[in-house]
């Protein structure tokens, strides 16, 4: 059973109830995927021709809906824009203002591919956008390429700058590393990322989406990538994790830089004791797990108008079916639910 416990017919909660799954664990994160959009054709990631239309798409206005009873009535306090990618909706700035204007949000982050930021990173931070992670796993443009599926290395190099500008920091660099392509990159990433004060956190291949069959020959535990990085790190400090996916280390580099150093590793070493995540995506699926399949479907309590209650009924339903770990195969291609 969760412990969300449902409001009277009729009745707003005097204050939040907090979301607890059935393992106890307390939601307090939401990761918002707008759309199965993405510019980029990335290898372990590229959809199946899995593009929403614009009819499937929750509107702002439902998704302000979500994330203010969210926030009001169940104490979340962060929310991440993901996809696909998000840039690729054209109400982009519309759905961050919205969500920028509730009370009660500490944390209103995007993950990105980075291609639009070099020109619109500026105007997501004045419409409230608080900070950016961007995926970078190469930087080597015809690797880049090759990986992306899109020649956009100078772009979202340039992007990275503009986030820097526009102060949507702290700026955490993605990277996949995948066995027999880009090891050579790791410590030439490490060092880009201390050069343009961005963390950077190496996320473990998950057995989802494209490369899932081939898994076991790509996947590169983030032990090895630990140790390919003694060759240039001379102190790792570890950081207070929390909820955080990653566990972060402040490192000093061999040239007397530090950097902030992450690793995910949903397959080493899941922390799925430690989540406190919930998503949604951009058709209105709740998925208490990145890997589990979705627990139903919120668009009944979204349309025509947002109904509470049943929201409640529904998001209760899905936490109390929040499995204590992931499963060891994903559903979906993360394009879909998000990373
Ligand atoms: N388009 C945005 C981006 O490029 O970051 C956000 C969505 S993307 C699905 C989010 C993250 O998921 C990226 O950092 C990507 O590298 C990661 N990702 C996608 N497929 C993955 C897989 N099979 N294993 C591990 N990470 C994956």
Redesign the pocket.
């Given at each position: 059973m969760s412990h969300l416990s449902l409001p009277a017919s009729g009745h707003r909660p005097a204050r939040a109830q907090t979301l607890i799954d059935s393992h106890k664990r307390t939601i307090q994160y939401l990761r918002l995927s707008l759309t199965s959009a993405?510019h980029?054709r990335?290898v372990?990631?590229r959809p199946d021709f899995h593009h929403n239309t614009a009819d499937d798409l929750l509107t702002p206005i439902e998704l302000e809906n979500i994330v203010r009873h969210l926030v009001q009535d169940h104490g979340l306090r962060k929310v991440r824009l993901?996809?696909?990618?998000p840039t690729a909706r054209g109400d982009l700035e519309n759905i961050i203002t919205r969500l920028a204007r509730i009370d009660g949000i500490d944390d209103l982050a995007m993950?990105?591919?980075g291609l639009s930021l070099a020109t619109r990173a500026r105007a997501y931070a004045d419409a409230g956008l608080m900070r950016v992670?961007?995926?970078l796993?190469s930087l080597d443009s015809a690797q880049f390429a090759r990986m992306t599926g899109i020649d956009g290395l100078k772009c979202v190099l340039a992007g990275i700058e503009a986030a820097h500008d526009a102060n949507l920091t702290p700026i955490k660099l993605?990277t996949?590393v995948l066995r027999g392509e880009n090891e050579e990159q790791i410590p030439g990433l490490v060092r880009y990322a201390s050069e343009c004060d961005a963390a950077i956190r190496f996320?473990?291949?998950?057995p989802?989406?494209p490369?899932a069959s081939q898994w076991a020959e790509r996947y590169v535990p983030a032990s090895e990538v630990r140790a390919r990085l003694d060759e240039i790190v001379t102190s790792w400090e570890p950081l207070p994790r929390g909820s955080d996916s990653a566990e972060n280390f402040r490192a000093v580099l061999d040239d007397g830089r530090s950097v902030t150093i992450g690793f995910i590793t949903p397959m080493s070493c899941n922390f799925c004791s430690a989540c406190n995540r919930v998503r949604i995506t951009s058709d209105g699926s709740l998925y208490p797990c990145l890997m589990d399949r979705p627990s139903g479907s919120l668009l009944a309590a979204l349309r025509p108008r947002f109904d509470a209650e049943l929201f409640d009924t529904i998001l209760s339903e899905g936490l109390a079916r929040k499995a204590s770990e992931h499963p060891a195969q994903g559903f979906v291609?993360?394009?879909v639910i998000?990373?």
């Open positions: 993405c980029m990335c372990y990631c993901t996809g696909g990618d993950t990105t591919n992670n961007l995926s796993d993605n996949v996320i473990e291949l998950m989802m989406g490369l291609t993360m394009t998000g990373g």
